[in-house]
């Protein structure tokens, strides 16, 4: 399968300061999400990006596809931001596989 | 429009039982898929689903096995239960899994706990 790598593991932040997540995969991809793991376990979907670049309020992503890495910027991080951020991909094979990095383990202090 | 619905959230068996969780995809997708998340190996896909055929399967014993009704509704079994089984059970899904379609939209998952 396809091999994500996602860096740092672990990050601990002043609330209000800014974040970068990176995600390196070993083939090329047809999808690329990045995900919010709740408390609860949920993944909260936050970008479907298998190229370009996408923004959502304070957060924004972009992917490159030809270099096979992705990017999730945080800004001005709040505490509610806190928990683990997955990214996942998926090939080329007309079914429903994501591979799953080790995750980003971000911490906001207030 | 309603999301992801698994059931049930909590489970405690007991080694060797049996166990089957449920899926509710949203409505409209007809893709499921299955993964198990340990502190250990993390996300792992099992198997997925679409148009109740297996198109796709993990790297599981064939004590993990599954399945997928005409409503698009799946269902997941494993038995003999073992206690490295004990973990989270995600269930995702997608409008129809081809390569334009593939967004996955993720149940808030079945927490099994095996004694």
């Known amino acids: 399968g396809i091999q994500v790598e996602q860096s740092p593991p672990d990050l601990i932040l002043q609330e209000g300061a800014n974040s970068t997540l990176r995600c390196n995969f070993s083939d090329s991809v047809n999808n690329l999400q990045w995900f919010h793991q709740n408390p609860w376990g949920q993944l909260i979907n936050l970008f479907y990006i298998p190229s370009g670049t996408k923004q959502n309020g304070r957060l924004s992503a972009t992917t490159v596809a030809t270099e096979r890495y992705s990017l999730l910027y945080i800004s001005s991080s709040q505490t509610t931001d806190s928990g683990v951020y997955f990214c996942?991909?998926?090939?080329?094979?007309?079914?429903?596989?994501?591979?799953f990095g080790t995750g980003t383990r971000l911490t906001v202090i207030p | 429009k309603a999301g992801v619905t698994q059931t049930p959230r909590y489970l405690i068996k007991t080694r060797g039982q049996q166990v089957t969780l449920s899926c509710s995809p949203i409505?409209?997708?007809?893709?499921v898929s299955w993964y198990q998340q340990t502190p250990g190996q993390g996300l792992q896909f099992l198997f997925e689903y679409f148009s109740e055929t297996q198109r796709n399967k993990g790297n599981f014993p064939g004590r993990f096995s599954g399945r997928q009704f005409s409503n698009s509704r799946s269902e997941m079994n494993v038995s003999t239960l073992e206690l490295g089984d004990s973990a989270l059970y995600l269930c995702a899904s997608s409008l129809d899994g081809t390569a334009m379609n593939t967004e996955a939209f993720f149940g808030q998952g079945t927490r099994l706990t095996v004694v």
């Open positions: 409505s409209g997708h007809r893709s």
């Open positions: 996942a991909v998926e090939g080329w094979t007309g079914a429903n596989n994501l591979f």
